[in-house]
């Protein structure tokens, strides 16, 4: 079974944001407006942190791309009561929007603040909404999925063709849309994938590795030379 | 057979009789309750986005008074079991309006989940789709065997002073009374069987009362977030929880014993040993909490650090200041050499730490929240009417079960009072003569009696 994995250079990323708003188009992601986000209420799958830079006030020492970093050991499933978040036999960490009670536990346990809570009724069946992703109701929790949808999609395709799903078949939207290319998305186990070597680089790092949550979504350090 | 009430017909005024005073404070609550009806029926239609909450700090009042409001509750039954237990004769006025706490206090602080869900909808997924590994299902298996234990151990030695207002009052509530009775006619099997039954309970209700903030405690000291991942949470929170409780329990029995005129059975002395139980527990508190952050400051990591100063010296440093003033100062300045101003020194220290406690359970929340493992998402959380509203609306609703409970039922248990005129006064002389070492001559002999022959 694959094992979807995603690598995310940093030496290749400009913090364009391109990555942030693909994301948002495909998986119905709705803009807060501006009072909502004033209060600290973004609705952002995909976010770029800016590492400020401590030697050179007010400069950025590097971007950082987030998204649901998809541990394959998550703080936010265990906590759940109902089992409204879990990790699939894929290692993707999906959300039951139809099941949430929306405590909240699952926010306050992750440490890389990746789900995201609809504080209000954000957003209403419109045109220009993808079809492929349910919307969120108010009053529970969503997050980052990989673009599953677009996973089961492939599948279908392959199965109507009676064939296997090739690599690079299956892609999310924001490593698509990145125009520098640092972002890889693939399949881990499969050791020929371009995401699985350049899981081996010696440049990999993961966010809070110490916490021990094990993300699939790991990270490669500048170059030398550079940062 | 209908039981001769002497001398303690004046614990049954409140029921016979209800004043202007009940009206004033019946309406003022009703006020209370009303203005967290309005907040509540607002959230429902706006979303959890009327309150101040949002990310990264996802939970604020809400869970803040439901660690408040169970720790509370075991003011209650947990001191009355713990009294009972260890035959502390001075209980027997303080036991019954000490359960109730539990019992009133248990339902609101469980319904601030309810209140702080997103889909309050879709409360029963918990039951059908439940997981086990979440410690919010430990919370609720353990409270809710605290509100059916304590429940039980309210209402075990409620029956022979339901059986006197059965025989006493014979109003339109008669019928409550007679039900609730079960029978009873004080006969002495009746008794046997009653007074092993409280005796199960206590012992049981114990542990229970443990667990319920233990487990309290685990929902955040089972995550990974700084300064919440800890394994002193446990004591620490049930510590607090009894220390609340007592606090909250010794404003209760002030407000009724002006209320209800209940001077003669409340008096000096056992506010003198509450008070003395609430400096124990202060300064343990202190203890828990010393240990806490000077473990968490000599390890120095960056992250607790952070949450650490955002404490002393942050944006959290006047309610962490206050709070450490509230539950330590002021009891220390308030709670030693009682004897004289035992009342009012003893309700100043008792409201401090009930506004002390809900801070140190903010404290322990909020801050954590704001400032998250990865730094570039900070919060600042500030309430809005909403949670204002709710906070008043269970504050309300608790003060409402309380009042409602004494215009049915004694709050001063009759029976047990009348036991320990009669029986308790020779039974605490046998029982001391029992600790004594044996002479052969009566102890009655001298009056200084200590030196023994072999």
Redesign the interface.
């Known amino acids: 079974m694959a094992t979807w994995g995603m690598v995310i250079d940093l030496d290749r990323c400009t913090g364009c944001q391109a990555c942030v708003m693909a994301c948002k188009a495909e998986n119905n992601v709705p803009s807060v407006g501006r009072e ?1 986000a004033g ?4 609705l952002s799958w995909m ?1 770029v ?3 400020p830079d401590e030697e050179h006030e007010g400069e950025v020492k590097r971007f ?1 791309p ?1 998204p649901c970093l998809q541990c394959d050991d998550p ?1 936010c499933t ?7 978040t879990y990790k699939n036999p894929e290692g993707i960490v999906a959300q039951i929007y139809g ?7 699952c ?3 992750c ?3 990746a789900k ?6 954000y957003q209403r069946p419109t045109a220009g909404q993808n079809p492929d992703v349910s919307l969120r ?5 969503e997050k980052c999925t990989f673009c599953h949808h677009r996973l089961q999609k492939a599948r279908e395709q392959a199965a109507v063709e009676k064939r296997r799903l090739l690599p690079g078949e299956y892609n999310t939207a924001c490593a698509e849309a990145c125009p520098a290319r640092a972002i890889s998305f693939g399949d881990l186990s499969d050791p020929t994938s371009e995401v699985a070597r350049l899981s081996r680089s010696p440049r990999v790092f993961r ?2 590795e110490s ?1 021990g ?1 094990r993300p699939k979504v790991t990270y490669l350090t500048e170059g030398e030379g550079r940062g | 057979m209908a039981e001769r009430l002497e001398v303690d017909e004046l614990l049954l005024d409140p029921i016979r009789k209800t004043g202007r005073g009940f009206w004033i404070a019946f309406a003022a609550l009703l006020g209370l309750i009303a203005w967290g009806a309005a907040a509540y029926l607002t959230q429902l239609r706006v979303g959890l986005g009327g309150t101040g909450l949002q990310q990264p700090v996802s939970w604020g009042f809400y869970v803040t008074n439901f660690v408040f409001f169970i720790g509370i509750s075991h003011a209650g039954t947990l001191i009355s079991a713990i009294l009972r237990l260890s035959k502390a004769e001075w209980r027997r006025p303080v036991t019954r309006m000490a359960e109730v706490i539990t019992c009133m206090v248990l339902l609101v602080g469980g319904g601030q989940i309810l209140v702080d869900l997103g889909r309050p909808d879709r409360l029963l997924n918990v039951i059908q789709y439940g997981r086990y590994q979440s410690p919010l299902l430990w919370d609720a298996t353990s409270i809710t065997a605290y509100l059916t234990a304590s429940t039980v151990y309210l209402y075990l030695p409620m029956i022979p002073d339901i059986a006197i207002l059965r025989d006493n009052l014979h109003g339109k509530w008669n019928f409550l009374y007679r039900v609730l009775a079960l029978g009873w006619t004080g006969s002495e099997r009746q008794h046997q069987i009653l007074n092993r039954a409280i005796t199960i309970m206590m012992v049981m209700v114990i542990p229970i009362a443990v667990s319920v903030h233990t487990v309290v405690s685990f929902v955040f000291s089972m995550t990974l977030q700084p300064m919440w991942h800890s394994t002193i949470f446990g004591p620490y929170f049930v510590v607090g929880a009894i220390f609340s409780g007592i606090a909250a329990l010794i404003i209760a029995m002030l407000i009724f014993r002006r209320a209800y005129r209940l001077h003669a059975y409340l008096k000096p002395i056992h506010f003198q040993y509450l008070g003395q139980l609430l400096l124990v527990m202060s300064l343990l508190w202190f203890y828990f909490t010393f240990a806490e952050y000077l473990t968490a400051y000599y390890g120095g990591e960056p992250e607790e650090m952070k949450v650490f100063w955002s404490k002393f010296t942050g944006r959290f440093r006047f309610q962490f200041w206050a709070m450490f003033t509230c539950n330590f100062v002021v009891p220390i300045v308030c709670l030693t050499r009682l004897k004289k101003n035992t009342i009012p020194r003893v309700l100043i220290a008792s409201i401090t730490i009930v506004i002390g406690m809900w801070l140190e359970r903010y404290i322990i929340v909020v801050p954590s929240l704001s400032a998250p493992r990865l730094p570039f998402q900070e919060g600042s959380y500030a309430p809005t009417w909403v949670e204002w509203g709710e906070l008043a609306g269970s504050f309300g609703l608790f003060s409402m079960f309380y009042l409602l409970f004494t215009k049915f039922f004694p709050v001063i248990s009759i029976w047990e009072m009348k036991e320990g005129r009669h029986q308790a006064i020779g039974e605490v002389m046998e029982r001391v003569k029992s600790y004594l070492p044996d002479t052969a001559e009566p102890a009655t002999a001298h009056a200084g009696g200590t030196e023994v022959a072999p």
């Open positions: 909502e209060k600290g209420r973004v976010q942190l800016a590492e950082i987030r703080p265990k906590v759940c009561p109902v089992y409204a099941r949430c009670i929306g405590c909240r536990f926010m306050a346990a440490p890389y603040n995201f809570f609809n504080w209000h009724e109701p108010k009053g529970v929790v966010l809070l916490l949550t």
